[in-house]
């Protein structure tokens, strides 16, 4: 018998070995390196109990994509000069079900952050008890200021090389930042094209051709109900509370929405030109006018304050050492523009100001550092691959429905929506105290989301 060591001891080593060889072997990716941290430093505990998964190398494998692609794209912009971008797909983790994530297209777009996005994707997937595997991809494309036909010319050149790789049992890609329906339309239609046949191959979809009722709300209105199971554990609810929301797109946009039908008040929302502040609140007819902005007009959120007079404008000043979004008041917070959002400083600023309650929309969107200041306080803190994990869930509902060629109603999928936010927060929380951390949801979801996976792993044997 081998001479042994105490366990945690043991544990902890072993973590930091896995970790320093993540960071040698993957330089110069940051967000890769922040996410897997994350959470290895959650798997602690579960590794003190189950040494077999430690015997099969889960972790090493699971930190390692299956696959990772990454192309050429080329594409004539409207003055007929060629334009070369570059493509990803990460494959990270086929488990549980086909590889599904969605597409980023944005200029700061590289292989760390794809990497990130794909390996939280594989233990939110898993949260959301449906067959889905982890899987992310993207360009550095920016569609801001394209014209819909160049944003077409860029989705068919992407289009081709991707639909060899892709399919409706082997990965399943949606939107995320910069992919909207307008592009996946694009992107079905060129699928279509070169494969001759009508799958469920994307989702997000339109609603005359696959899609489903829901999607676009999703993301945004299971970020609210998981925040609403949160505040439920002290006796509390959203009603009456001031919200700052920050992003102005898909996310943040049914956020606000699913806020208002709660009877909260969101006062805030934001663009990467800067903030608005409205100390009276984006009512239903404000909202409606920033989706038209946003989704049809595609401008900038600065016009929001020329349009209604009491709100203020604070533009984007990277010399300062905080976000002013996460410095007004409020009793909840709502992530919901991009990662790395809330810094220390400004989740202590949060703190100081009374925030209660913390719901990543946005993947990622607080530090490591600012996570554990939450955690720290003990306030609410609902971490990004549980309280965002609406998306994908309806994602998976999108599949079931294009696999059984039918369409459910709008009550439907939003009660199915609303019971797999229950259902997450449910696994979240419980998990969270079986494994000694009670009220700590990062432990719970990366836990939770982990042990399905891994189990997957051990019962498929060395793959
Ligand atoms: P959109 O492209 O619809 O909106 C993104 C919003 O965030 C825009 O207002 C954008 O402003 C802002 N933003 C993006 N990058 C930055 C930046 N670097 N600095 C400041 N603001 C920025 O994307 P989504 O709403 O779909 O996605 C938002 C977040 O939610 C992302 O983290 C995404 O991964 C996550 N998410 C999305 C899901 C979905 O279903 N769509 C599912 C789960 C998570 P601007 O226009 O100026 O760039």
């Known amino acids: 018998m081998s001479v042994m060591t105490p366990p945690n001891v043991r544990t902890g080593d072993y973590i930091e ?12 990716e940051p967000e890769f390196h922040q996410a897997v941290q994350e959470v290895l430093e959650s798997l602690r505990l579960v590794l ?42 990460i494959e990270m983790n086929s488990a549980i079900g086909p590889y599904k994530g969605g597409l980023r297209f944005h200029p700061s777009v590289n292989l760390g952050i794809l990497k990130f996005l794909a390996f939280e994707q594989v233990f939110k997937n898993s949260l959301t008890t449906l067959p ?43 939107g ?16 279509k094209r070169i494969r001759n046949e009508f799958t469920g191959v994307l989702t997000g979809k339109g609603l005359t051709w696959g899609g489903s009722l829901i999607r676009p709300e999703a993301t945004g209105y299971g970020c609210v109900y998981f925040a609403a199971e949160m505040l439920k554990t002290r006796k509390d609810k959203l009603e009456g509370k001031l919200c700052l929301v920050s992003g102005s797109g898909n996310v943040s946009q049914y956020t ?17 030109d800067g903030v608005i502040f409205d100390p009276d609140g984006i009512n239903q007819e ?13 401008g900038r959120i600065r016009e929001y304050a020329d349009k209604f007079k009491k709100a203020v404008f604070m533009p984007t ?13 409020a009793d909840c917070a709502f992530p919901s523009a991009t990662q790395n959002e809330i810094k220390k400083k400004d989740a202590e600023n949060l703190l100081k100001n009374g925030c209660k309650l913390v719901a990543e929309g946005a993947n990622m969107p607080s530090t490591l550092e600012a996570t554990k200041t939450f955690l720290d306080a003990n306030i609410l803190y609902g971490p990004a691959k549980a309280a965002n994990a609406g ?10 429905q294009n696999s059984q060629r039918l369409s459910w109603t709008r009550e439907e999928v939003d009660d199915r929506l609303h019971k797999i936010m229950i259902a997450i927060h449910n696994t979240c929380y419980e998990t969270a105290e079986k494994y000694g951390t009670p009220g700590n949801l990062v432990n719970g979801a990366n836990i939770g989301g982990f042990l399905k996976v891994a189990n997957a792993m051990l019962d498929q044997g060395l793959v």
């Open 17 to 28: 070995e896995v970790l320093t060889t993540v960071k040698a072997k993957n330089p110069a």
């Open 48 to 89: 003190q109990r189950h040494p077999e998964y430690r015997s099969a190398k889960i972790l090493e494998r699971i930190i390692e994509p299956e696959r990772v692609l990454m192309f050429r794209v080329p594409w004539f912009d409207d003055r007929n000069e060629i334009q070369v971008n570059r493509g990803f797909r």
């Open 132 to 174: 889905m595997g982890g899987g992310k991809g993207g360009s550095d494309f920016d569609p801001k200021g394209k014209s819909d036909n160049e944003v077409m010319r860029f989705c068919q050149s992407f289009m081709i090389e991707l639909a060899r790789h892709i399919g409706p049992d082997t990965d399943v890609p949606a």
């Open 176 to 191: 995320d930042i910069g992919v909207g329906g307008r592009e996946i339309g694009f992107l079905f239609g060129q699928y």
């Open 256 to 272: 606000i929405e699913k806020l208002l039908q709660l009877g909260a008040k969101p006062i805030t929302c934001s663009d990467s």
């Open 286 to 298: 404000k909202l409606a006018w920033v989706m038209e902005l946003k989704n049809v007009r595609r």
């Open 317 to 329: 000043d990277i010399k300062l050492d905080h976000n002013p979004i996460w410095n007004i008041k």
């Open 391 to 400: 998306g994908v869930a309806t994602s998976g509902l999108e599949m079931s």
